[in-house]
């Protein structure tokens, strides 16, 4: 393999938090095996590094009582290490099979050692002047989750997540989640270079619940990882002051370039182009980026391939989307705008999640029609029917009706399209007279919604009220049931009406 194939690989290794082992075709085997050893679930990274060319340097692991399985991987030629456990005891790499070691093990350029794992700080010197990694390995319940963040200015400190890569050189907030233990508190969060001992520090603000807001004066314009250090308060032994460190399992890379879009408005009508307006901004340079617009969807996109910034690094641009006339309202599709520049050294991103929706001009609720209702209620109401006919339109300029349900009543209700007009839906319904009353809720394409009462209840005779006692009773006694349409009429105020 070419030089410059082999240092590709070795980049993505670091940058996705893993390592490039070299070995002949018969070590192959062998060597998968030791890295799928590698592979638990509760696997977290207390320590990661490499430096090319390579130097010696002293590198700390601080090391929990919650950490199992603490394993150290070492990749590169003739790399001589010694290790310092919290106690003192010190073994170097040509006894690697001494005190402080459970096993190790050798294959290609890679070297591992699962240590003794002795709560406190060790050391680890590494001591060549040949490219080499480091990476140090346990399982542990304490782990974190980290994400930038958009902190405002209003007085409640509301946060909004940062998809895109932060902006090389300035100032920058985390989100630090603490995972996997009530009582660890985090107290120190670093970013650190990848590549070399730089380091960038920060000031740590506690949320409550395990979320930490962490900021920066700067972010470094190399790849870094994220540092966290902290106290694991369930430590019992002395020795260990219960000090814990974690750190991330990737590298990540500021950029020059900030690619910002609009996001106040994100709805997508079917059928109709929509127009994103996004700029790319990189300061005081001026030059072209190359600019590649995707989305999850395979909607029509149509934007420019490329931007010249102006003599202040700045530009902007379109991005027309389109959903095709048949797309289900509601769809979400998710919009990415990425901008590199023209060498291909840098690049960022943007990403916006629209909602396809139906532009809407129906405001109208759907209307209810009664057509029929008749009953034979009886005393016994347990031992005759009633029954309804209803139907539900939506207006002429309505979208039509969605659907019709029960909200109150336990009868049966039965749902048909009209025959002789196609816009108009038929409802039936049937319930003993001991469920006298029902409610429809009738809801059109657009979400207008109409709730539709009925009844057939028993009316009682007036007693108190000499001047219409006949009359209510007369009425009563040629028809013992009373039928009641929607709200606002009280039972007296209807049978005076019916007289």
């Not at 690989?9 to 890295?35: C, P």
């Not at 998809?163 to 985090?186: F, Q, W, Y």
């Not at 020059?256 to 127009?275: F, K, M, Q, W, Y």
């Not at 405001?363 to 009953?375: G, R, Y």
């Amino acid at each position: 393999m070419a030089r410059a194939d082999t240092q590709l690989y070795k980049d993505l290794a670091q940058a996705s938090g893993g390592q490039a082992v070299e070995v002949s075709k018969g070590q192959l085997l062998e060597a998968i095996n030791i890295l799928t050893e590698s592979t638990s679930s509760s696997l977290i990274v207390l320590l990661q590094a490499a430096r090319n060319p390579g130097r010696a340097e002293n590198f700390t692991v601080a090391v929990d009582e919650s950490v199992r399985n603490l394993t150290v991987y070492i990749t590169g030629a003739s790399v001589d290490f010694t290790l310092v456990s919290p106690s003192g005891v010190i073994q170097n790499s040509v006894n690697r099979t001494g005190s402080l070691t459970v096993s190790s093990q050798s294959v290609g350029n890679l070297q591992t050692l699962q240590l003794q794992t002795q709560p406190g700080v060790w050391e680890i010197r590494m001591k060549s002047t040949n490219p080499y990694s480091l990476k140090v390995i346990g399982e542990s319940s304490i782990g974190f989750l980290f994400n930038f963040i958009k902190v405002s200015n209003s007085v409640f400190g509301e946060f909004s997540l940062i998809e895109n890569r932060p902006t090389a050189g300035g100032n920058a907030s985390l989100l630090v989640t603490r995972i996997g233990s009530e009582v660890a508190t985090v107290t120190e969060v670093t970013l650190v270079e990848s590549a070399g001992s730089g380091q960038v520090n920060s000031t740590v603000e506690a949320l409550g619940g395990g979320e930490y807001v962490v900021h920066f004066d700067r972010i470094p314009s190399v790849e870094f990882v994220v540092l966290v250090k902290g106290q694991n308060n369930n430590s019992i032994s002395r020795a260990s002051s219960g000090i814990f460190q974690r750190q991330s399992t990737t590298s990540l890379r500021a950029s020059a370039l900030n690619v910002a879009v609009d996001e106040s408005d994100i709805v997508l009508e079917p059928g109709t182009p929509r127009s994103v307006t996004f700029s790319v901004m990189k300061a005081g340079e001026g030059g072209s980026v190359i600019i590649q617009a995707t989305n999850d969807k395979s909607f029509t996109l149509h934007y420019p391939t490329n931007l010249t910034l102006d003599a202040g690094g700045s530009a902007t641009g379109s991005v027309n989307i389109t959903a095709p006339p048949n797309t289900p309202s509601g769809t979400s599709v998710t919009l990415t705008i990425e901008a590199a520049a023209s060498e291909g050294a840098d690049s960022n991103y943007v990403v916006l999640r629209l909602t396809v929706l139906p532009k809407v001009t129906d405001f109208t609720p759907p209307a209810c029609k009664l057509l029929s209702l008749q009953s034979n209620c009886s005393d016994n109401c347990s031992q005759s029917m009633w029954d309804l006919s209803v139907q539900v339109t939506d207006g002429v300029n309505g979208t039509g009706v969605d659907r019709v349900s029960l909200r109150e009543g336990s009868g049966t209700l039965n749902i048909s399209m009209a025959a002789d007009n196609e816009t108009a839906t038929l409802v039936s319904y049937v319930a003993s007279c001991c469920s006298p009353d029902v409610q429809l809720v009738a809801v059109d394409l657009v979400g207008n919604v109409e709730i539709c009462s009925y009844s057939v209840r028993r009316t009682q005779p007036a007693t108190t009220i000499s001047s219409v006692t006949t009359a209510v009773t007369s009425f009563s006694t040629r028809n013992n049931f009373s039928i009641f349409i929607c709200f606002g009429f009280t039972v007296l105020s209807f049978l005076l009406l019916s007289l």
